[in-house]
């Protein structure tokens, strides 16, 4: 009469194929994590360009935001953002103006292997942000 459960090898073998599985998901997981972090820090971009352009229509002052170095800041030296990590590109100085139009551009946020676009539209001032 055999006894109910299973035999050693019926055990090592479960666990041979859930280690395999967990071997070839975890390298995803690290991709998908960096690429969740690239859209929040864009995201966050995107919030704070949004509220400088808030912040001319209700001051009634042009508010222009720069590149320098690593990081963007106003001409009036407040930080929009800053990283360690990441780096953003600018091409040119993006004006919010007090009838909240823009001038327009593009920014991408990168790192060595990955970017993510930002995009200002120049007429609506609506800002989108791309996929990494």
Known sequence: ??????????????????ALVAALAAPAAGHMIQAMTFRSQASLIAEKLHALQMEAIQTQQAITVVR????LKTTMGRSVFASDVLSVRAPEPI????????????LILYDSSKEVP???????????????
């Open 1 to 18: 009469m055999q006894r109910p459960g299973y035999t050693l090898v019926e055990l090592l073998v479960v666990i041979a194929i859930m």
């Open 68 to 71: 320098s170095s690593t990081d």
């Open 95 to 106: 004006a919010f103006y007090p009838d909240g139009t823009t001038d327009g551009g593009h």
């Open 118 to 132: 930002i995009d200002i539209a120049w007429l609506t001032g609506e800002i989108t942000v791309g996929t990494p």
